[in-house]
Structure formats: C-alpha cells, structure tokens
C-alpha cells in the first residue's frame, strides 16, 4: 500500500514537474524577431578594363621643302695674263681707229705708170684722176685720184662700188692706215678681180691682151699702182 502510495506521488510530481515545464517553456521562447541577415557585401571584382588598342591614325608628312642651298659666290682668282710679244710684220693691218699714215711713193715708177694709164692703155678714155691734172675723156669711168683709199667717187652708189669690199675681205678696212698693203692690194684687184665686180673682170681681158703677156701685165700694174699712190698723196 505504501509503495503504491509513493509511485501515485512520483507519478503527480513528474505531471506537476511536466505542466511547470511547458508553463515555462511558454514564457521563455520569445517571440522570434526577425534576425538582420547580415548581406554579405560581395567583393568587388575588378572587371578587367580593356585598354583600348590605339589605333595610330597615320598623318600626312609634310613635304620637305628643300631649302635653297647658297650658291657660293666663285671669287676669280686673277691670272697673270702674259704680255703678248708682238710679231713685227711688214704691213701690219689698221684698226678701226688707225691713224693716217703719210703716203710715199717712187716719183720714177709713177711717172711710168703715168705713161701706162695715158698711152698704152689708155685708161683716160674711161677714168680720170683730177689730182694729178689727168683728165678723162668721157665720164664713163669714176675718177681715181682717192682709188687707193677705197674712197667712193662722188655719184657712185657705195653698193655697187666693189673696192671697200675688197680691202675689207683682205684685212684692211681703213687702207689710210697702211698705203703699202692698200697699193699692193689694189694691184690685185686689178689683175684679178672679183666675181662681185663683173666690169672690172671685162675691163682686165682686155687690158691683159694689150700687154702681151702676163709678166708684163703684172709688172706694169706695179706702176700703175705707185701713180694712184701719188694721186693719193695730193691734197
């Protein structure tokens, strides 16, 4: 009897023990508040910048404008330039500029060549020479007292007078300067004249008959030539 006693009374404390356990358990648990979730700040992940490939945009090169480049100056170095040995010739060539030079001559070879131009020739029928008093028998013929000059007679068209042109082809442009080349250059054109003056050609065939043969065709033009150097001289 006395243990069932006892078991009815551990039976009612463990019951009592039990309700106070859940009376507790009641007040105890809290009502559940709403823990913060604590978001985890996610790492930041450096995203890997692209670095942009620079594209080299190509630009244009200036052409190079070439500078001038200064000619230098090229200063002439002086050159001793050696004085000329003048070679002494007999009858030396004027200039332009030469000055008269006085007109000698053999009286006797002139007075021959007179003899020649009146007589044998008879040149007078065509020519004149009004210094020497040598008068001419027609007009037909230019006067020839400034022949060896290369003068042009007055009434001669200069053009067609072919004796300037003649000395100046032989190197004698002014015959004042040197009377000795003028008298031998005239001799020439006498003996042989040009194909610019045709008269004259017609003139000397017939002379050339006249003095029988060549040597004394040219010997007598020598004194012809040394009259027209006295004619010359005269004022």
Not at 187 to 193: D, E, G, I, L
Request: net charge positive; glycine share 6%.
């Amino acid at each position: 009897m006395k243990k069932r006693s006892t078991l009815v009374v551990l039976i009612a404390g463990l019951m009592l023990f039990s309700l106070l356990l859940m009376a507790c358990g009641r007040k105890a648990t809290p009502t559940p508040t709403a823990t913060p979730t604590r978001t985890a700040t996610p790492g930041i992940t450096a995203t890997p910048t692209r670095t942009p490939t620079a594209t080299a945009t190509p630009t244009s090169a200036p052409t190079a404008t070439a500078a001038p480049t200064p000619t230098p100056t090229t200063t002439a170095t002086p050159t001793r330039t050696p004085t000329p040995v003048a070679t002494p010739t007999s009858t030396p060539t004027p200039t332009a500029a030469a000055t008269p030079v006085a007109i000698t001559f053999d009286p006797a070879l002139a007075q021959q060549g007179r003899q020649l131009f009146t007589d044998k020739y008879n040149c007078k029928l065509c020519h004149s020479i009004n210094s020497l008093g040598v008068a001419g028998l027609s007009t037909l013929g230019a006067d020839l007292s400034a022949a060896l000059l290369g003068r042009v007679p007055t009434g001669t068209v200069a053009a067609l007078h072919p004796l300037p042109r003649w000395f100046e082809e032989n190197g004698l442009a002014r015959p004042e300067g040197d009377p000795v080349k003028a008298g031998e250059l005239l001799a020439a054109f006498v003996a042989s004249p040009p194909d610019y003056a045709p008269s004259q050609k017609a003139q000397t065939g017939l002379l050339k008959a006249r003095a029988g043969s060549d040597a004394a065709w040219l010997s007598d033009l020598k004194a012809i030539a040394e009259l027209l150097k006295e004619a010359a001289s005269k004022p």
